[in-house]
């Protein structure tokens, strides 16, 4: 594959401007633009790194996911619709078509919730980018270094498409991780088959009649968020291949009477439209993703660590509080913390992991929050219950939100004394960053639950030289072969 710089256009002379800042374009056209220049080669070695390490993590998780239930009931279902394939599937002996192995490797990916998020478009990106660039990358034969590029192209899209939204897209009731993943995931796998600009701009207006993503799963705990990343690099996929036959899509796939923010948002919603393709291919979006250290929704991180410091400051056990307060943006509220009776009682893990309540309780008795209090014994636990009735939530007017997940708890313990701890920017986000090594623990921390560590070792090695391989057969052998 090769990549064309297109020509500078200027501004009455007074500054140069690229095609993805030219607002007579249309939305879908700017970012078409984008990717039509994009070239690895012109990415600072820092992103690249940054990318690497953010498919690594998101491939530990998915080789996790196969020893829950959920990997294998999705598995069979996709089965036994098309049959064997081509393409592998994560950790796990077998292939499937082009499309249900997108699918399923995006469930495995985002299904424990454990996957990273960008803070300003609340989008867990990685979780369809990667499922398009490895099927749409071997499906074109493309090298790791176009690989790479496709990745970038999706999450620096896909952000930005969320940031616009201002967090009204989970307002409305939508997951935009599988709604607006989607457009990112059109735009990479066009342009891994070498779709025009015309091309990928149609494949954005085709997706917009497939990108989906409801939160009524947190009603009941229901699997459906697991798979929506997975539906959304599908719906990428699917969407390209129509485009580069010549298929056209709406060309106002955002700003449209129809399109994506007023349909979605409503006809009067405050959309940063600047937002959109600000710095597109200059400032990197991927730079902003944030690392989960823990299982669990993202808003419950700085929870989780504000509870776990206290306990340890204070020495506290359950007994000596007498009630908990989580300080929380208002956005986040319906996601986390109501209604407050069942965020008290989850009655499964994925319900644990949207309780702010729980994630409270759980490390305060536990001194802890990993995939093991999403166990059943760990939900059902008396104690743990007990101390989530004493935890309960207000509004935090200084959060920091959504440009990062702030939480403060406060404790009034039994003897009258009254503690708190805040985080204002949550962990593993770029103002709070994980390190390196502390990223790879987590992947072979992951990777344990379902291989070996040799089996481990390989997969680091083929994603962290990835931009070197001269096709994606090496990874495609150590995803594939990784229960060996």
């Given amino acids: 594959m090769t990549t064309v710089i297109k020509p500078r256009i200027f501004d009455n002379g007074k500054r140069e401007v690229t095609p993805e800042d030219d607002t007579s374009l249309s939305i879908s056209e700017r970012f078409a633009a984008f990717a039509d220049a994009f070239d690895l080669d012109g990415v600072p070695a820092q992103v690249v790194e940054r990318a690497k390490l953010n498919i690594l993590d998101a491939i530990g998780i998915g080789l996790a996911s196969t020893t829950y239930d959920f990997a ?41 919730d454990f996957d990273d998020t960008h803070s300003g478009g609340v989008i867990h990106a990685s979780a369809s980018a990667v499922p398009t660039m490895l099927g749409a990358g071997v499906a074109h034969g493309v090298t790791g270094a176009e690989a790479l590029g496709a990745y970038l192209i999706a999450v620096e899209s896909s952000a930005r498409i969320g940031i616009a939204a201002n967090g009204g897209f989970h307002r409305m009731g939508y997951h935009p991780t599988g709604m607006v993943g989607a457009f990112g995931c059109a735009l990479a796998a066009s342009w891994l088959a070498e779709s025009t600009r015309r091309q990928m701009a149609d494949a954005q207006g085709i997706v917009l009649s497939q990108a989906a993503g409801s939160l009524e799963f947190l009603e009941d705990g229901a699997w459906t968020k697991r798979m929506h990343p997975g539906w959304a690099a599908v719906s990428g996929i699917t969407a390209a291949a129509l485009a580069k036959q010549g298929f056209p899509g709406p060309r106002q796939a955002y700003e449209g009477r129809y399109g994506l923010y007023r349909t979605h948002l409503g006809p009067d919603a405050e959309v940063d439209w600047a937002a959109v393709t600000a710095g597109l291919g200059r400032e990197w979006e991927v730079m902003k993703v944030a690392f989960k250290p823990y299982p669990a929704c993202h808003f419950n991180h700085a929870f989780a660590d504000a509870a776990l410091a206290l306990k340890r400051e204070h020495g506290l056990r359950p007994d000596d509080i007498q009630s908990v307060v989580a300080r929380i943006a208002e956005t986040e509220i319906p996601v986390v913390c109501e209604p407050e009776a069942a965020k008290r009682r989850p009655k499964s893990s994925y319900e644990a992991q949207f309780s702010t309540h729980y994630t409270i309780a759980a490390a305060m008795v536990r001194d802890r929050f990993t995939l093991a209090e999403l166990d059943p014994d760990a939900y059902t636990d008396p104690a743990i219950l007990a101390l989530c009735d004493r935890v309960s939530y207000e509004i935090d007017p200084a959060s920091a939100f959504p440009s990062y997940y702030s939480g403060e708890v406060v404790i009034r313990t039994q003897d009258g004394r009254t503690l708190k701890h805040r985080e204002q920017k949550n962990r593993g986000s770029a103002g709070n960053p994980l390190t390196s090594a502390e990223v790879e623990a987590k992947f072979h921390g992951n990777a344990a639950r379902a291989v070996s560590r040799r089996a481990a070792d390989r997969l680091l090695n083929e994603i962290m030289t990835l931009e070197e391989a001269e096709d994606l057969t090496d990874l495609e052998g150590a995803l594939g072969t990784a229960q060996q």
Avoid at 79 to 106: F, S, T
């Fill in 72 to 112: 294998h009931r999705t598995v069979t279902a996709m089965r036994g619709l098309g049959g064997e394939g081509d393409h592998v599937v994560i950790g796990l002996p077998l292939r499937l078509p082009l499309r249900d192995a997108a699918l399923v490797n995006g469930t495995l990916i985002h299904g424990l």
